[in-house]
Structures are given as C-alpha cells and as structure tokens.
C-alpha cells in the first residue's frame, strides 16, 4: 500500500501483489464428490426453472399438454400494471436500504457511541421475524396515526434544530416553544384547513403545486405524506443553520421548525395502509440486514490507518465516508443493491397485507391465479417475473463491470484534498 501526497490532496494506492493462490484438487475420491454435488444442484435448478417455463406454454399444466401461447398474452394484458408497481416500488426500495444498511455498517464497525449494539441489533430484526408477522406489525402501527411515536421524532428533531440555533438551553426551549405555536398558527390560517384527510397547508402547496401530479408513480416522489416532508425538513434545516451567523441563525430555526410542525399535525400522521409507502418500507427493512452485514464484512477488511490519515489532512466524518470509504466498499454496496432488488421483486409473505387494489404486486397475483386454478397463466407470470429479475441483475452487473474495469491491477481512490 502506498499514500501519494499531490496537489489535489492524499491519493491511496493499493498494487495487487496477491496472485491466485487457490491449488488444484487432484486427489479424486476427494474431487468426484464435489463434481457431481454440483453438478447434481446445477441439474435440480435448471430443471425446477423448466418446468415453470414447460407449465406456462401448456394448455393445462397436469390435463392437457397441448402447446398454449394464449397465457403469455393474458399475464401481459392481465398482469402489465403489477409489473410496473412492482418493478417501480422495488426499485424505489432498494437504493434506500442499500445505502442505509452502509450507513449503519459504518457507524457501527468504525464509530463508537452509545447505543452502538443496540443499533446494530436493531438493524437485524427485519430479517429475524417471518414476514408475515412483518407485514401485519405494520398494519398494526400504521392504519391509524401513531400520535406519540411522531411526536416524539417531531420533539427530537425540533430539540435538534434549536440547538443548532441557540447555544442556550433556556433559548433553546424558547425556540420549540415558539416554533411549535407559529406551525399551529399555520395550520389553523390556512385557507386549506377543513379538518379533512386532503387538507395542505399554504407553504406546502406553494412547494409542492403543480408538480408531478398528473400520475401516481411520480405523486410518490413529489407528493410524499406531509409528516415526512416536515420531518425531512427538519433534519435539513440543521445543517443549514449551522452556516448562519447571528441572529439569521435563529430566525432561520423559528421559521423552519414553525413549517416542519405544521407539515408534521396537518394531516393524520403517518397513516400510510394503502399507500405506496408502507410497501417500500417493508421492502427496505426486510432486506436491511443483509446490506448491512455485507457493508460490516467490507469494513472490517479495511485498515482504520487510512480514515485516519483522512481526519490528519483535515477532512471531516462525512467527507471521509464519501470519498474514501463508499468506493472502497462499493463491491459490496453493489452486491447489497442486486440482493435487494432480487428479494424486494419476488417476495410476497412481507407485503401480501399490504398490497393493494390501485398497487398490485406480481408475487401476490401469481398467488392468487394458483387459487383460482390457472396453473399455467401463473407460471407464464412466473416466467416473466424471472426474466425481469434476470435483466436487472444483468444491467447491474454490467454497471459493476463498466466500474471496475482496469483496476484489476491498480485500484486509485480520492482520500482526502
């Protein structure tokens, strides 16, 4: 390993002096073994992958074998809108658990802090239950507003954004205070304001008006629930009024606080059953704790010496994470996206409560053909569904190839500068 000091700052270069080492098995009492294991699952695969692909050009798979290609055009016709909520809701998820599963690996293998193993338990609890229990949990929490749980983030973050305005705590408690008054008076002055589920609030339709609405995909990302804009805002807001000086900084947090509060209580919060949204989060949970441990085992295989040459050169925690750690880890991150994606597109028993007439999930209208008896239409749906699975992980790993190329030798990355 070499550190090379230039212009633009510290560059760390790693020179591949590890050539393969793996021995050949000759001996083959102990070699036939493991030939025909594998072979013998590589058969059951491709075999299981036939059938479904035999089934679904058969008249009536069991019945009659008669060639059939009518299925192919009733899971198009029948199944096109699963298709697209499915692929668009799984592609939604899945840079959002990847990146947070990062995150997490992060802190947890390189920080410490209170709270640390607590976090990476909790981390791992999305996997750790069926999914099932995963799914009617989240009715449970989300079919009415949870008040106290939003409350409390709303408390915390808006404690957070005073600190970042006052460095007095009696003004700090002033801060919320106020904030919270300002954000009721927005609510109650609005012209919106009937007490209904439809009702927005002025600055957020001066926000967010007129974009995006003309279809439900898109409304997903330009018209999210309230709570989560006003929350999201808040925890921007921090940072924003960390680069204030004087009273502009305290301002700042009053008028902000004032809009996250309004944004937050306006509607009932976070009651999303039958929304997109409580699919995505089920999605990005259920598969977060694979993206972490595949970040944690990424960390570990790197020498703490270089965030520690970084911090010497003056770079912060984050700059550090962005230009040093992410590229060093991203085989790993990229592995964590294909295993999501794969998972968030073919699961079913996490979000079969979920789903809904206007967000149809392909898993569960396979299902749902399998009870009514077409047999070879959900195979013809199956078969599809492999192939949209297939083609994502083949534009992945094309994307991953395009990346690293070339450095199969010399592997640059920016550390600090």
Known sequence: ??????????????????????APLTEWHMRWPFVLATYGAMFLI??????????????????????????????????????????????????????????????????????????DFMSNLG?????????????????????????????????????????????????????????QGLIFGSPWYAG???????????????MGLYAEEIDVFFRPPSTMLGLTYAVLGVSAASALRGRWRTTYAVGLMALSYALVFAQ?????????????????????????????????????????????????TGYTFRRIMLPLILPAFIAGLIFSFARYITSLSAIIFLTNPR??????????????????????YSVLLIAVVFGAMGVMYAVTGRTFRGEEHTDVALAAG
């Open 1 to 22: 390993m070499l550190f090379v000091l230039g212009g633009m700052g510290l560059y760390l270069v790693a020179f591949s002096q590890i050539q393969n080492l793996t």
């Open 46 to 119: 491709l075999a299981l992958y036939m059938t479904i692909v035999v089934a679904s050009l058969t008249k009536v798979w069991g019945v009659d074998y008669r060639p059939d290609f009518r299925h192919y055009e009733t899971a198009i016709t029948r199944g096109i809108e699963a298709f697209m909520d499915t692929t668009f809701l799984s592609a939604v998820a899945t840079p959002i658990a990847g990146v947070a599963g990062m995150v997490i690996a992060y802190l947890v293998v390189r920080k410490a802090f209170s709270g640390k193993e607590a976090l």
């Open 127 to 183: 996997g750790a239950v069926p999914g099932t229990i995963l799914g009617i949990g989240y009715i449970l929490a989300f079919i009415k507003a949870p008040l106290i749980i939003v409350g409390i983030m709303y408390g915390l973050l808006a404690a957070y954004l005073a600190a970042a305005g006052a460095a007095r705590t009696w003004v700090q408690v002033g801060l919320v205070i106020l904030g919270s008054l300002l954000g």
């Open 196 to 210: 209904d589920e439809e009702m927005r609030v002025v600055i957020y339709g001066l926000l967010l008006g007129g």
């Open 268 to 316: 009932e919060p976070l009651a999303l059953v039958g929304t997109p949204y409580i699919i995505i989060a089920a999605y990005a949970v259920r598969s977060l704790p694979a993206s972490v441990r595949a970040g944690v085992a990424a960390l570990q295989q790197i020498d703490p010496a270089i965030e520690e040459a970084s911090a010497n050169l003056g770079a912060d």
């Open 359 to 380: 967000w149809r999930i392909l898993t569960a209208l396979i299902l749902s053909e399998v009870e009514q008896g077409g047999m070879s239409v959900a195979a013809a």
